[in-house]
């Protein structure tokens, strides 16, 4: 329906010496212009046929004209039609995008039954039809439109899985390092598959490229060249504004080069954005109040919890009922974060020079039991609402912990970048089983991965998961002490 075939087997150019030229496996190419037209089509025969197969129901049931029926569903298309085109929805860009393109499409589809309860609110007309069918007709589209939506994306992830992509890229790698067709395609989640290669010395020897882009008809150029030499092949090869493609530059550069997010305006100059802040805008302030929220309902819950703790860490062992130690936060600064104390008094570590292990002495009766439970880290919540912590996000290590005979951050060089977000209650890596002692540099990169990617890959339904978890490991983890 959506797809253009494109699988005519192509015979390799002649190989000069001055260069090579290597040619990939064709591959089908889906239409994603095509594929965003089938997405739009889907969703108005959603929205228009469960709109109408309920009227020959409620026809029957009082309703003696479908003419108002009509209307609103006209009027709900055309509103529908509306809101996705200010929501984007069908851009091609997104549309097989399983997080872009869904939640998009429901937000598209709600606001259209708001704007349409609205409008009939404001013209006395929702006598007209039944409220019944109303709310079905939104239930109805909602579930068929996303149904829809998602079979076609399941067939076209299947597609690309099996060798078709979106666009076909010429790789043009000149120098040491060579960029493979099989990272282009691993790189772009085999949007982009590479149909042909070529490898010159140098610059010099990049040779005429029409024929190429005649024979290969690539979507993408992929230049692969050395840094210091992207301004010059540039000029080089001016010639392909001559023809219909997209031409990325690949430099060859250091790691920190490497990480460039992307190209930057202002004013009129253009910069490299090397990195930028994990949360920004709304996303801020979502967080913020996930954290409130959450901590509040939760300090409201565990009350009972919070006071029997404390009268059994009294009861216990003589000392206060709180240990308060100093960690690094949010940009590295320090944080007193709160805890149950779960040591005798005198075997209590404000820097963490030894670690707590397993079977510790120093842990008393009613210190293991909370330790175990996770119980001992609830007072956290009052750092959560004073801005220090968040309920997720990487945990805090007091300031001298070690493994190794080193500081965590001479281990591992990501280590510092834990520190772009606040520290949490729990975590991606602790629901992951990644918690307790640090005893060698395995241990602590396996932590620091698992935190920058919740840091790279947040969300609130990341969030809402951990938590989730993080309540089913309460009652149950083996690596607790």
Not at 117 to 131: G, H, L, N, P
Not at 277 to 295: C, F, N, Q, Y
Not at 427 to 448: D, F, P, T, Y
Request: proline share 5%; hydrophobic share 45%; glycine share 6%.
């Amino acid at each position: 329906m959506y797809l253009a075939r494109e699988t005519e087997a192509l015979e390799p150019l002649p190989t000069q010496k001055t260069y090579q030229y290597k040619l990939y496996p064709n591959a089908e190419r889906i239409s994603a212009h095509r594929f965003a037209a089938a997405v739009l089509v889907s969703d108005i025969l959603a929205l228009v046929l469960t709109g109408l197969v309920p009227i020959l129901a409620y026809k029957g049931m009082g309703a003696t004209s479908s003419s108002p029926y009509l209307a609103v569903i006209g009027g709900g298309l055309f509103l529908f039609l509306l809101v996705s085109r200010v929501l984007n929805v069908y851009r091609t860009k997104h549309v097989f995008s399983w997080r872009q393109t869904i939640p998009r499409a429901v937000a598209s589809l709600l606001l259209t039954f708001f704007a349409l309860t609205m409008i009939s609110v404001a013209t006395k007309t929702t006598a007209d039809y039944s409220r019944v069918w109303f709310f079905s007709w939104l239930s109805l589209s909602l579930t068929l439109m996303v149904s829809l939506r998602a079979v076609m994306l399941a067939v076209a992830e299947a597609k690309l899985t099996k060798g078709a992509c979106l666009q076909r890229a010429l790789i043009i790698t000149c120098g040491a390092n060579t960029f493979t067709g099989a990272q282009l395609a691993l790189e772009t989640a085999n949007r982009i598959r590479a149909v042909g290669k070529i490898i010159a010395h140098d610059l010099a020897s990049i040779p005429e490229l029409g024929p190429y882009i005649q024979k290969l008809d690539p979507q993408v150029i992929v230049l692969n060249v050395p840094w210091f030499q992207v301004e010059a092949a540039m000029g080089h090869l001016n010639a392909l504004s001559r023809h219909p493609v997209e031409v990325l530059v690949l430099p060859q550069a250091s790691v920190g080069v490497q990480k460039i997010i992307r190209l930057r305006r202002l004013g009129q100059q253009t910069f490299f954005q090397m990195a930028e802040p994990p949360l920004v805008g709304w996303d801020r302030v979502i967080k913020r109040v996930e954290d409130v929220v959450v901590a509040s309902v939760a300090l409201l819950i565990t009350a009972p919890v919070l006071l029997l703790t404390a009268l059994a860490i009294k009861w216990d062992s003589p000392g206060p009922v709180l240990f308060k130690q100093m960690r690094a936060g949010f940009n590295g600064r320090l944080v007193e974060v709160w805890k149950f104390r779960s040591m005798a008094v005198e075997g209590t570590d404000l820097t963490a020079s030894r670690q707590t292990s397993k079977d510790d002495p120093r842990v008393t009766r009613v210190g293991r039991f909370i330790r175990r439970t996770s119980f001992d880290e609830l007072p956290q919540f009052w750092n959560v609402l004073q801005g220090t912590m968040s309920v997720v996000g990487p945990r805090p290590h007091a300031l001298h912990t070690s493994a190794e005979g080193r500081a965590l951050d001479a281990l591992v060089e990501e280590y510092a970048s834990r520190h772009r977000v606040k520290p949490g209650i729990t975590g991606w890596a602790q629901i992951n089983g990644a918690r307790g002692e640090l005893r060698s540099r395995e241990q602590v990169k396996k932590r620091v991965d698992y935190d920058l990617y919740y840091i790279d890959n947040w969300s609130i339904l990341l969030d809402i998961k951990i938590i989730l978890m993080t309540v089913v490991r309460v009652f149950y983890d083996p690596r607790a002490y």
